[in-house]
C-alpha cells in the first residue's frame, strides 16, 4: 500500500489546485489531503463566506501562504472567471487541477417542482462545473497540461425516486465529463469523473438530518478520490457501494434486480423512510 500511496503523493507535489465548495465536506477534504501530499497551493472557493473564512484560517496556520479562500458562487459565470483568474494569480500563473466539487444533493417530489427549479438544480450542479471547465481551460492549454476532476454522485447509477433533480443532474454531468476527456485527451488535459461514495457530510441535511449508517469519513472519500486522479482513472468510485451500482445500473441482465432494487426504495421514501 505504501507505494501506491507515494505515487499518489507525487502526482500532488507542488501542484496548483482549485476546489469548488472547499469550505467543508468532500471539498475541504480534498483540500486538506492535497496539501498534506505537497501541492504548492490551493485556492478554495465557496459561497459559504463564514466557512471560508474559518477553514482558511485554520489551513493557513498549518501550511502558511499555500491557501487562499475565494467567494465564488458557481451558478454565476463571471464570478467563476474571477474566481480562476485569482487562483492563476496565487499559482503564480498556473492551475494544474481544477475539482468542480461544489453541488447539491436535491430532494423533493416531481410534481412540486416547478421549472424555476429545474433551472437552479442545473445551475448549481452542471452549470457550475461546466462554467469551471470553461475558465481554466485557457490557462491548462498555455501550460500544456491540466487535470479537471467533475464530482458527480452515485445518484448517476442509482437514479431514485424522489431525487429526479439529483439523478438528471449528475447524469449530465457525467455525460459531458467523459465526452469532454476524449476531446482533450491529446492536448495532455485530463479529465475525470469522481463519486463520492456515501459519505457523512452536510448534504444528509436534505434527508433527516443523518447520513446512513456505514458512511465512511470525508477524508477517506477524498483519498479514494485522488487515489483514482493520480492513476487518471476514467470513472473514480468512492466506495464498494458506487462501484457496484456503476457495474449494474445499465447492465441488460441486471435489469430485474435493479427495478426491485429501487422500486423498494421509492416505496419506502414514499412511507416516510429515507432509505438509500
Known amino acids: 500500500a505504501m507505494s501506491g500511496m ?29 496539501l498534506s501530499y505537497g501541492a504548492r497551493s490551493i485556492v478554495l472557493a465557496d459561497f459559504n ?6 477553514e482558511t484560517a485554520r489551513l493557513d496556520v498549518a501550511h502558511g ?8 458562487d458557481v451558478t454565476k459565470e463571471a464570478e467563476v472567471q474571477a474566481m480562476i483568474r485569482r487562483a492563476a494569480e496565487f499559482g503564480g ?25 429545474w433551472a437552479k438544480a442545473f445551475a448549481l450542479n452542471f452549470y457550475g462545473a461546466l462554467y469551471g471547465i470553461r475558465a481554466v481551460l485557457p490557462i491548462m492549454r498555455a501550460q500544456g497540461a491540466g487535470h479537471i476532476v467533475d464530482v458527480i454522485s452515485g445518484i448517476a447509477f ?14 449530465a454531468l457525467n455525460g459531458l465529463t467523459l465526452a469532454l476527456r ?3 485527451w491529446d492536448e ?24 446512513p449508517p456505514g458512511a465512511q469519513s470525508a477524508e477517506r472519500s477524498a483519498r479514494t478520490i485522488l487515489d483514482g486522479v493520480a492513476k487518471n482513472q476514467r470513472l473514480i468510485l468512492g466506495d ?7 457495474k449494474t445500473c445499465f447492465h441488460p441482465d441486471a435489469a430485474e434486480g435493479v427495478d426491485g432494487y429501487l422500486l423498494n426504495v421509492a416505496r419506502k421514501r414514499r412511507a416516510g423512510e429515507w432509505v438509500v
Open 240 to 246: 464498494e457501494a458506487d462501484v457496484s451500482g456503476a
Open 182 to 184: 476524449y476531446e482533450l
Open 49 to 54: 463566506d463564514e466557512n471560508l473564512r474559518r
Open 65 to 72: 501562504g499555500k491557501v487562499l479562500g475565494v467567494h465564488c
Open 6 to 34: 507515494s505515487e499518489t503523493s507525487e502526482y500532488y507535489r507542488d501542484k496548483v489546485a482549485v476546489v469548488t465548495g472547499a469550505a467543508s465536506g468532500v471539498g475541504l477534504a480534498l483540500t486538506e489531503a492535497m
Open 188 to 211: 495532455n488535459i485530463r479529465v475525470s469523473s469522481a463519486t463520492p461514495g456515501t459519505t457523512a457530510t452536510a448534504i444528509w441535511t436534505i434527508a433527516d438530518g443523518k447520513p
Open 93 to 117: 500563473g498556473r492551475i494544474d487541477l481544477l475539482f468542480n466539487n461544489a453541488g447539491a444533493g436535491l430532494a423533493g417530489h416531481f410534481d412540486q417542482q416547478t421549472n424555476e427549479d
Open 158 to 171: 442509482a437514479p431514485m425516486a424522489q431525487q429526479t433533480m439529483y439523478a438528471a443532474t449528475k447524469a
